[in-house]
């Protein structure tokens, strides 16, 4: 069964690819978010042609190739790339066998807890613990994450007192029983990090994610070695030889990759199987609701070390208007918890009506 052809439909937030065998089989896979019609440039002109008359079954064969044949230019925008064809080909193959990806990577279909994702750092205090109040009272979430800092910092503060004054807001709202995760978005020094990250645990914070540049290696990890709880991170990593060297090396105390930055489902699996030989867990990045949540909750409901929850946007069309139309059944959060999809393939449909807006290209 050989690739005949590739498509890509996409805008500058998002793209969806479409991947048709010689005997017109289909199956569909997303280029990573974010400048995604530049990504479908790449798809079309340094990928399709590598992967068009190859075997449609051989996912790991060809996503391990891809980057060889362009290997003067590896990088975020190759894989965001790769990942288009690699979650394309995996819906291909569950659909011919049946199953489920969860299945195929050897995971059963169940509900799976999630944790409600803030993504806001304009969002004073008290709005949001008003609005985590009110997501727990609609949809059980029993765990949230909130951003502390300012992204990219440089140990700036969104505005003056904001991070002392949310993590004391959220734990007296919230209650001991609410696990509370904070994301530090590479904001601070190592000092100043340490600094937020006792403030957190004397909270009662769980999970204190990428308080550092998450280039600055040492100091990531120096940040660890400082604090009690669980310092995390990864997503932004897609380089192999840099996550062996960060779970060799105990940069942080679990993983977070992103399986649409890192280049798709094989390569993802590769630094899970690294981290389980290590005994750290996997607790992705998934943070909007286009088809990077679908995959990630696929992916965890057959690993060994998932973590105990799947990163779940709780932004709406105010932050994230594009995200709006993409799918016709997106996924649904009830008693703090999502359904793995159960249908072949990734088991979800993307919108006709979208897809008819989206710039179109074709590689056959």
Not at 116 to 126: A, H, L, V
Not at 296 to 318: M, Q, R
């Amino acid at each position: 069964m050989k690739i005949k052809r590739l498509e890509t439909f996409a805008d500058q937030f998002t793209g969806f690819v479409r991947v048709t065998t010689d005997d017109g089989r289909e199956g569909w896979g997303q280029l990573s978010n974010y400048q995604s019609d530049i990504t479908a440039q790449i798809f079309h002109r340094q990928v399709a042609r590598y992967a068009l008359g190859t075997d449609a079954l051989d996912i790991a064969g060809l996503v391990d190739r891809l980057p060889e044949m362009e290997h003067k230019f590896t990088g975020s925008w190759l894989l965001r790339a790769i990942t288009g064809l690699d979650t394309a080909l995996w819906d291909l193959r569950g659909k011919l066998e049946g199953k489920s990806v969860c299945e195929l990577l050897g995971g059963t279909p169940r509900l799976f807890p999630v944790y409600g994702s803030s993504m806001k750092r304009s969002i004073t205090p008290e709005d949001e613990v008003a609005r985590f109040l009110r997501l727990r009272d609609a949809h059980g979430f029993s765990a949230f994450k909130f951003r502390v800092g300012r992204q990219c910092g440089h140990d700036q503060d969104e505005w003056p007192g904001r991070t002392e004054a949310i993590a004391p807001a959220l734990r007296k709202a919230l209650g001991p029983d609410t696990r509370l995760l904070a994301d530090g978005n590479s904001g601070f020094t190592p000092k100043k990090a340490i600094e937020v990250g006792r403030l957190l645990q004397d909270n009662g914070i769980i999970h204190f994610e990428e308080p550092c540049p998450y280039w600055e290696h040492a100091w990531t990890r120096e940040v660890k070695e400082a604090l009690e709880l669980d310092v995390t991170g990864g997503e932004q990593d897609c380089d192999l030889t840099v996550w062996r060297y960060m779970i060799e090396n105990r940069v942080v105390d679990v993983v977070q990759p992103d399986v649409c930055y890192i280049g798709g489902v094989h390569r993802f699996l590769k630094v899970a199987k690294m981290a389980e030989a290590a005994g750290m867990l996997v607790t992705p990045h998934a943070a909007n609701q286009s088809l990077v949540t679908t995959f990630t909750l696929h992916i965890l409901g057959a690993l060994k070390n998932a973590g105990p929850y799947l990163e779940f946007s709780i932004e709406g069309p105010d932050f994230y208007p594009w995200e709006q139309g993409l799918l016709r059944n997106p996924l649904q959060v009830k008693d703090g918890m999502v359904q793995i999809p159960e249908g072949p393939g990734w088991g979800v449909e993307i919108n006709p009506a979208w897809l008819e807006k989206a710039q179109y290209q074709v590689s056959e």
